[in-house]
């Protein structure tokens, strides 16, 4: 029960990772970004505030982990 | 006496948070916060301070370090010996490395939690690797928590701390964010958290019936597995809608080997007004089953192999419903500052228990027997005021 | 079988090295350069054509791209320092909506000629695959190198180019 969503997220990035070689072309074009750049699009625009209410409901409740978010943003190196 | 560890506890379990806040192409802008928040509610008031600051060292590596201090005060509902009130302290300190090398950032952080009865330290690695010409981010972590349980027999003036044992958590976590379309991004995270040790409250006792009593039952210690795996999966999606609005939605699944099953189901709008405001808005629903081990009330001593009656592991279900207001009193900088901030959070969360039941504030002497006390609900309401510069 | 950790940080490796590899790096490029027309922050159009013959850096940037606001100002220097050897620098802005761009320009103004491209038809038409990207024009209206994204020290690399294509 342990080993198989360990080995889930293991194939799972490794399929995603290896594939990052194929050329699929960026649907989103890095110039129509603007929305996605938008602070109020952000997964986590005030991480310590989430993580200060994710530690409060930890301590309140059963469950743990999984929260946050990466990703999004503008998109530029 | 109860709630120390729940604050300690809580602690590091965000510190296991590993996939938080990277979006794999630029570091994000230096930052500097300064946190207040008070939790009240259930009989207890915790007050919290922090400080943090993040800077760029190179365009490539940035550091970040956190203070952060939690004063809890007050006696909860599960405090069934003396109901003295309580006060404990507990100090926290964090810093993480980030470096970013082409479209990878790799993250080392390392968190400390001190308090009078209960020691812990975190460490973790993750790395997040953003691809498909930047619309695909996908993160890999890892992190590894040492606690030492104790038990304070004093007060809080004298203390007198008996350490009762260990813990070892490590948690692995992965998650997958993609770019749908110029206007909507989802994800999915998957954590895998398994602990052996010492892994029960040394505060918070059962209760089995025991007619021999005057109350109708008799307290004795809890007795936990010494091992505990869970696993949580998040999906969660963001829209943003044509006047300049953001709608989020997450649901969570959460099961592990102590049987409890928790569902979450969030919601949030967030809306800006031009360059200087934002309010958000937050309706979250938790409902969770018990622990197989748990009861309110065992039918006598050394009924079951594993026996707990810690609120965390009842069946229970929260709502709270939050409201954020962000302005920007700096909001195109000054001198050094890009943008500063202020920003003011109220959330209230109605607690219900299905199986737990208020024994602080009614017994045999209100007209209750054992098994017939009101069960449990309360409110709490959660304030965080902080300050953010930008520079 | 291996152990959960150690599965993991094969796999983690393996996501270094294979996606590494996959990201689209700066480079030489070839291929005429595609005409173009665009209007100023006053209305007033104008194109590649009106710099025939001298070498032209055409730069994608937007509002709300952090490192593209980073190498502003040291495209304006270098817009400066190389105008009088034959080298013209051309803004080509990808927002939306014109009033932010104003906005940003008055607080934080350039030199250089800015020209807005709303409906992205000319980032379509140079294959705009990064934010920001600088692609650079020789003499003859060819299409020579291309730059994308940008960090501290990359402007080094700019003048480099420009150099070298105003000496032909």
Redesign the interface.
Known sequence: MRRRPILLIATLSGALLLCSACSIQPWVKPYERDRLADPIMAWDRDAISNAYMDHIRESREGSRGATGGAGGGCGCN | MAHRH??A???V??A???????????LP?NRA?V?Y?K?SGGGMDIT?Y?A?ARAKIT??FAVEA?YFIDKVSGASVDVLSQASVIKDERRQKSGTLEYL????TYTASYMSSVERDYISETASFS??????????????G?ARTGNTVGENNGTANKPDVAWLGHALT??????????I???F?A?V??????DAGYLANPYREIRYLDTTKTIGYTLASQVYPDTH??????V?A?Y?LPY???VTGLY?Y?T???G?V?N?YELDY?H?IRNQW?FEGRVRY?K?SA?TFYSDLFPFAFSQNFTARD???AA?D?TTIGA?V?YAFLP?GWKVFKRGTV?A?V?RIR?NYRDFRDIKDFGVAQGFTPGTEPLYQFDAT?Y?L?L?MYF | MFSTSTLLKRCAMAAIVVASTAFAASGDASGPAPAFTLTNLSGQPSGLSAYKGQVVMVNFWATWCGPCQQEMPLLDQMYKKYKPAGFTLIGVNVDKEAPAVKELLTRKPVSFPVLLDPANQVSKAYHVDEMPSSVIIDRKGQIRYIHRGYKPGDENDYQDRIRQLIRE
């Open positions: 729940i604050l506890r809580a602690a379990i965000a296991l948070l590993l996939i938080r806040s990277t979006i794999a192409d630029v802008d916060d946190f928040s939790y919290g922090s943090t365009e490539n956190n090398h082409d479209k990878t790395l997040s690797q953003s691809m498909f010409g930047d619309l695909t981010t996908v993160t890999l890892f490590r948690a692995y976590s992965g998650g997958v964010s993609q770019i379309t110029k206007n991004i994800g995270n998957l954590q895998v958290i398994t795996t869970s696993t949580a999966v998040q969660q963001k943003y300049r609005a953001a969570r959460y592990d080997t102590w409890v928790g979450t967030t800006p934002i938790y969770q622990a609120q965390n592991l229970l929260n954020k962000t195109d920003t959070d959330s607690f959660v965080q902080y953010s």
